[in-house]
C-alpha cells in the first residue's frame, strides 16, 4: 500500500527566508503526488501536483515541489516564505497502477516568524 | 464555483447517540470521498463513491458507520452508535473521476462524543 512520510513536526522559517517541507513516499508502482494546505478551522486546499513530465512543479501562492525519483522525494518549496503562509502542510501519493485510494502524510506545521 | 459544502460545522453528542454528517460536492463531481481526520493526523479514507455506486468502503466500519450517495450527488454519512473514539473531524472532498485529478475539500464537521 501507499504511504507517506513527513518527517518534520513543524517547521519554523523567518519571514522572507527561503521554506522547505519535506516529503518522502512509498508506492509499489508510478505515483501521482499532491501538496495541500490546512488553515485553521478551514478545509484541505490543493497547491500543487506531480502527474508527469517536468520534476519541477509549480503551483499556487509561489510554491513549488521536485518530484525526485530516486529518492523517492516530492519536497515542497518557496523562494521567500510569508507570515501568511503559516499552515499545515499535507503531502499525499497515489499509486497510478493500485487501489486509488490516496494517501496522506501526518502533515507539518509551518510557523513563518515577522 | 462553489465549493464543497458541509453541515453541520461542529456537533457534540453523548456516546451511543446516533450522528449524521451531510455533504454537498462540487457541480459535475462525479467522485466523492469522505475522509476522517484525528488530531495530529493527515486525513484517512473511509469511503469513495463513483456517482452512486461505493467503489472503495473497505476503510468503513461497517459496524456503526454508514453512507448513502443518493442520485450520485448529495451525500449523508451516519455514525450509529457513536463512541468516544470516534471524536474527529469528518471531511466530504470531491473530484473528477479520473486519477491524477486533484480533490476539493469541504470545511468538515468537527464531531465531539462526551
Known amino acids: 500500500a501507499q504511504s507517506v512520510a513527513q518527517p518534520e513536526d513543524q517547521v519554523n522559517v523567518a519571514e522572507g527566508n527561503p521554506l522547505t517541507v519535506k516529503c518522502t513516499y512509498s508506492?509499489?508502482?508510478?505515483?501521482?503526488l499532491f501538496w495541500y494546505v490546512q488553515y485553521p478551522n478551514r478545509g484541505l486546499q490543493f497547491l500543487l501536483k506531480?502527474?508527469?513530465?517536468?520534476?519541477l512543479v509549480k503551483g499556487s501562492y509561489g510554491f513549488e515541489a521536485e518530484f525526485n525519483k530516486s529518492q523517492t522525494s516530492f519536497h515542497l518549496k518557496k523562494p521567500s516564505a510569508l507570515v501568511s503562509d503559516s499552515a499545515l502542510y499535507f503531502c499525499?501519493?497515489?499509486?497510478?497502477?493500485?487501489?486509488?485510494?490516496?494517501?496522506f502524510g501526518k502533515g507539518n506545521q509551518v510557523v513563518v516568524i515577522p | 464555483e462553489a465549493g464543497v459544502v458541509q453541515s453541520p460545522r461542529y456537533k457534540i453528542i453523548e456516546k451511543k447517540q446516533p450522528v449524521a454528517f451531510w455533504c454537498n460536492p462540487i457541480?459535475?463531481?462525479?467522485?466523492l470521498y469522505w475522509y476522517r481526520q484525528n488530531l495530529g493526523q493527515g486525513p484517512e479514507l473511509l469511503i469513495r463513491?463513483?456517482?452512486?455506486?461505493?467503489?472503495?468502503d473497505s476503510q468503513l466500519p461497517k459496524d456503526r458507520f454508514s453512507a448513502e450517495r443518493l442520485k450520485g450527488v448529495d451525500s449523508t454519512l451516519k455514525i450509529q452508535p457513536a463512541e468516544l473514539g470516534d471524536s474527529a473531524v469528518y471531511l466530504c472532498?470531491?473530484?473528477?473521476?479520473?486519477?491524477?485529478?486533484?480533490?476539493?475539500f469541504g470545511p468538515g464537521t468537527r464531531l465531539t462524543v462526551l
Open positions: 499525499a501519493v497515489r499509486d497510478r497502477g493500485g487501489n486509488n485510494r490516496l494517501a
Open positions: 508506492v509499489s508502482g508510478n505515483p501521482y
Open positions: 463513491y463513483e456517482n452512486e455506486e461505493a467503489v472503495d
Open positions: 472532498a470531491s473530484s473528477l473521476s479520473t486519477p491524477n485529478n486533484e480533490q476539493f
Open positions: 457541480s459535475g463531481h462525479n467522485t
Open positions: 506531480y502527474i508527469t513530465g517536468d520534476n
